[in-house]
């Protein structure tokens, strides 16, 4: 999924094509839980707002591994709040935020500084979700995964994923960035 071609040429059209998966992890949203909080992604939260609007420094995906639905927990967006560049309001955002809801194996991707919250989950099952992120490389990754595998799992990877990973980069024996001095 992480490495999804059509979401990928989304990606780089939008990150480029040197984007990293800064992140890739479960969203368990039990039965009875609460909306987490109007909020920004990473890096963004990580920062002093006003916030960077180019370049774009996240994008995330959320994969619905079942239906999401207005009883379970559907995330609500504040489309075009990433041009504001702004911590969230909680009353901008109770006065334009929708409801996302979607059929299983879709896909939402959203731009980082886009203000999105989940709702509750009035439902007796858990609704569960997988989150990519997509940051350039030059971004510190969320989580770190680089050295959290198995070898032959990367050894066997096809080279974007290996890109995605960051295990495509120049070895510690060889200078990261070539400089010449003039003597």
């Known amino acids: 999924m992480a490495q999804n071609e059509s979401l990928l040429a989304i990606v780089d059209a939008i990150i480029g094509e040197d984007a990293i998966l800064g992140g890739f992890s479960a969203h368990i949203l039990h039965p009875g839980a609460k909306s987490m909080g109007i909020h920004v992604d990473y890096p963004y939260w990580a920062m002093p707002a006003p916030f960077p609007k180019y370049p774009v420094l996240e994008l995330q995906v959320i994969w619905l591994m079942e239906d999401f639905t207005a009883n379970n927990g559907a995330p609500f967006f504040a489309a075009g709040t990433q041009n504001w560049a702004s911590q969230p309001n909680k009353w901008q955002f109770k006065a334009i935020a929708k409801r996302m809801t979607g059929k299983a194996g879709s896909a939402i991707i959203s731009h980082g500084l886009c203000w999105h919250d989940t709702s509750d989950n009035n439902s007796d099952r858990p609704r569960v979700s997988l989150l990519g992120n997509y940051t350039p490389q030059y971004i510190h990754p969320l989580e770190n995964n680089l050295f959290d595998y198995q070898p032959e799992a990367i050894e066997n990877a096809p080279p974007r994923l290996k890109k995605l990973l ?18």
């Open 166 to 183: 960051r295990h495509n980069l120049m070895p510690k024996s060889q200078p990261i960035h070539g400089m010449n001095f003039l003597k």
